[in-house]
Antibody, heavy 119, light 106 residues
Framework: QVQLVQSGAEVKQPGASVKVSCEAS????????VHWVRQAPGQGPEWMAR????????NYAQRFQGRVAVTRDTSITTVYMDLSRLRSDDTAVYYC????????????WGPGTQVTVSS | DIQMTQSPSSLSASVGDRVTVTCRAS??????LNWYQQKPGKAPKLLIY???SLESGVPSRFSGSGSGTDFTLTIISLQPEDFATYYC?????????FGQGTKLEI
């Protein structure tokens, strides 16, 4: 069965960086995008980025450009999301999600990783 | 960015009711519209993709319609497990954006 397993919760100080991992299993890793979506407390989801695991090509939301980087390691079917220069309003649950190449709906989601930014 | 506006923001209903949630895009998105259900503390779950296609395993009491800028999610014969928050999402252009959500309450 399709599974996306994410790394554990993180607490970071303002200005620091965080790296969240997402290990995929149960499907052909290179056959789907992996997206990153975050959700701040009490807010709706917000799309951040996607990666094509086959080519490594990435797309980022403009508001995160220069602060976010998504990479993948096909040998261990894992995608990573790096977010730098953290601010308090980056406190959120960060999800990875699988997306179809032709549609970009998110049909499987990881359980989420809580990232808390606090001094 | 394409803005997605949902209405209502909250909705009270009873088991067995039929409810409709509306989503409007700030520009035409063809049928690149998806609907999700989210329960507290859980990841969103895909219900409908391509405006009207039911995701595998989702009960047939859920349906979607619309194209262009106006879309609806309809749930017939509400079940207790349907009380949750619902989000629309456009997958027409990056950045993919979500509506603000509709909380369905008993």
């Amino acid at each position: 069965q399709v599974q996306l397993v994410q790394s554990g919760a993180e607490v970071k100080q303002p200005g620091a960086s965080v790296k969240v991992s997402c290990e995929a299993s149960g499907y052909t890793f290179t056959g789907y995008y992996v997206h990153w979506v975050r959700q701040a407390p009490g807010q709706g989801p917000e799309w951040m980025a996607r990666i094509n695991p086959n080519t490594g090509a990435t797309n980022y939301a403009q508001r995160f450009q220069g602060r976010v980087a998504v990479t993948r390691d096909t040998s261990i079917t894992t995608v990573y999301m790096d977010l730098s220069r953290l601010r308090s309003d980056d406190t959120a649950v960060y999800y990875c999600a699988r997306g179809k190449y032709n549609w970009n709906d998110f049909d499987y989601w990881g359980p989420g990783t809580q990232v808390t930014v606090s001094s | 960015d394409i803005q997605m506006t949902q209405s209502p923001s909250s909705l009270s209903a009873s088991v067995g009711d039929r409810v409709t949630v509306t989503c409007r895009a700030s520009q035409s998105i063809s049928n690149y519209l998806n609907w999700y259900q989210q329960k507290p503390g859980k990841a969103p779950k895909l219900l409908i993709y391509a405006a009207s296609s039911l995701e595998s395993g989702v009960p047939s009491r859920f349906s979607g319609s619309g194209s262009g800028t106006d879309f609806t999610l309809t749930i017939i014969s509400l079940q207790p497990e349907d009380f949750a928050t619902y989000y629309c999402q456009q997958s027409y252009s990056i950045p993919y954006t979500f509506g603000q959500g509709t909380k369905l309450e008993i």
